[in-house]
């Protein structure tokens, strides 16, 4: 996973991200000094707390976030974690919460007046620790609270972690916060002593980092929610994914995430090329909904790690050298040197299942099929003619091509099973006819609305046509397609 080692047992225990990755210029030395400072007792701090402020339990490395909404809702704003997150500008593809420098992003789009956030101070300095926690206490009074990034604990695997903090007791010397990573984390109290040694972040032996983003600033307006898949949901498939050994690079491009083995900057060109180009072209002419849930991109950069990693992820050996889809794993498990047109054809039945999940397979497969070499068209996707092609015209002219009505009855058993090596390749140039004269989307979206009282879509298919003589159709149909040339 994408977070370092030392912080991984207590990651896995509190849910909560290592903040370190963003807390300091990237010339700082990470290293962690061991000598603590010494502190006196407080004098002259009176007693304060912030009452009435709702505890929310955070996500899974989503402290920083959880506390944001704790004030927020203090505040009488409905802005949610999941949305904090989403202002924080976070990647997705790193699977975990808002560093510090994200939540500062964040905290001032919300309209948070934040100030200076990394104080440092010499190593071992109580007086300008206690200088800091002054200030902290002095924003306290104003009815300021503030986010903290500290350790967690005193284990020696401890990880960073937000809190926020509410208050100050004179008469413990405690202070007063909420803990985002448990549920009843309401108006924990903490000794001044404990909070102090735990606050400093010890990247450098001569000097510590100190970080407080303080909260003042009126209720913010809620920002509009996004429609389908939230940033904050692609970060909690990505930090859930089951990985393959090796590097693997990771693009979130609605609503897949990209994995793949090769270079970074070339599956990063998948993903742009393919993926997405493919799913904006399909969606603005014939998918409404997309997929019900996150799906992964499996880009395997050849085949012996097609094979491989298909077998050790999935326990199946693949079926074709190419790709396929697997709705038992919500996986498009591809072998990306044959090429983008696979990924294509497969990225249409997640697709086809959240639309039109009676579609027949004849249909299903005619479409995918159709993409599998496809260009634009005045912004349209398009199929052109492929391999597929030799094979219907030898069929054609030995006249063992099935009637349309026949074959739009086949069932699926009958499609996949029972193929007499044309099922494709019919499907495909049918709809491909249909394609080039200017019909196609038309009869996609007549056969679904027609669905349920046409379930092959054959009549929707005379309708479309103009209710022709369908035998005579299909011998226009036969020629047209014999006329065609491969690209």
């Not at 974690?81 to 994200?102: N, W």
């Not at 803990?179 to 909070?195: I, L, S, V």
């Not at 009869?443 to 609305?449: G, I, K, N, R, V």
């Amino acid at each position: 996973m994408l977070r370092p080692a030392l912080f991984a047992t207590v990651v896995l225990a509190f849910g909560c991200q290592d903040a370190r990755t963003s807390a300091l210029p990237p010339t700082s030395i990470a290293r962690r000094a061991t000598s603590g400072p010494r502190f006196a007792p407080l004098s002259g701090y009176e007693s304060v707390i912030l009452k009435g402020v709702p505890h929310v339990h955070q996500k899974p490395d989503f402290c920083g976030e959880a506390a944001t909404e704790s004030w927020l809702s203090a505040l009488g704003s409905p802005v949610d974690q999941d949305q904090v997150f989403a202002l924080s500008g976070m990647p997705p593809e790193r699977g975990m919460g808002a560093t510090t420098r994200e939540l500062k992003v964040a905290l001032e789009r919300l309209g948070f007046d934040i100030g200076p956030v990394w104080n440092f101070v010499p190593a071992g300095d109580a007086s300008a620790l206690d200088a800091i926690f002054a200030e902290l206490h002095g924003d306290l009074m104003r009815h300021v609270p503030s986010i903290v990034c500290m350790h967690y604990d005193r284990s020696p695997s401890t990880t960073e972690h937000f809190r926020l903090v509410l208050g100050y007791d004179a008469a413990t010397d405690e202070v007063i916060y909420h803990e985002p990573a448990q549920a009843d984390g309401a108006y924990r109290r903490m000794a001044r002593r404990e909070f102090i040694e735990l606050w400093p972040l010890k990247y450098d032996a001569q000097r510590w980092t100190v970080i407080r983003l303080p909260l003042a600033g009126g209720a913010p307006a809620a920002p509009p929610r996004p429609r389908g898949f939230t940033p904050a949901d692609f970060a909690e498939h990505v930090r859930q994914l089951r990985r393959p050994k090796g590097p693997f690079t990771v693009v979130v491009e609605p609503p897949f995430v990209v994995l793949g083995d090769d270079l970074p900057e070339t599956v990063k060109g998948h993903a742009a090329r393919v993926v997405r180009w493919a799913v904006d072209r399909l969606k603005r002419d014939f998918f409404a909904q997309e997929p019900e849930r996150i799906l992964d991109v499996w880009l395997f950069k050849d085949g012996a790690s097609y094979e491989s990693n298909a077998l050790s992820l999935f326990g199946e050996r693949p079926s074709t050298p190419y790709g396929y889809y697997s709705p038992e794993h919500g996986a498009l498990v591809m072998n990306i040197a044959t090429g983008g047109g696979t990924l294509v054809h497969e990225i249409v039945h997640p697709f086809m299942a959240a639309n039109f999940p009676n579609c027949p397979a004849w249909f299903n497969e005619g479409l995918g099929s159709l993409f599998e070499q496809a260009d634009e068209r005045q912004g349209h996707i398009v199929g052109l003619p492929n391999w597929r092609l030799p094979g219907l015209k030898r069929a054609i002219r030995r006249g063992t091509v099935p009637s349309f009505r026949e074959f739009t009855r086949t069932s699926t058993h009958a499609f996949y099973e029972e193929d007499p090596g044309t099922n494709y390749a019919q499907a495909r140039y049918l709809l491909y006819y249909l394609q080039e004269q200017g019909l196609l989307v038309r009869y996609f979206h007549d056969f679904l609305a027609h669905a349920k009282q046409d379930a092959t879509g054959y009549r929707s298919l005379e309708r479309v046509l103009g209710n022709p003589d369908m035998t005579a159709f299909q011998a226009r149909w036969a020629s047209f397609v014999l006329g065609l040339t491969q690209s």
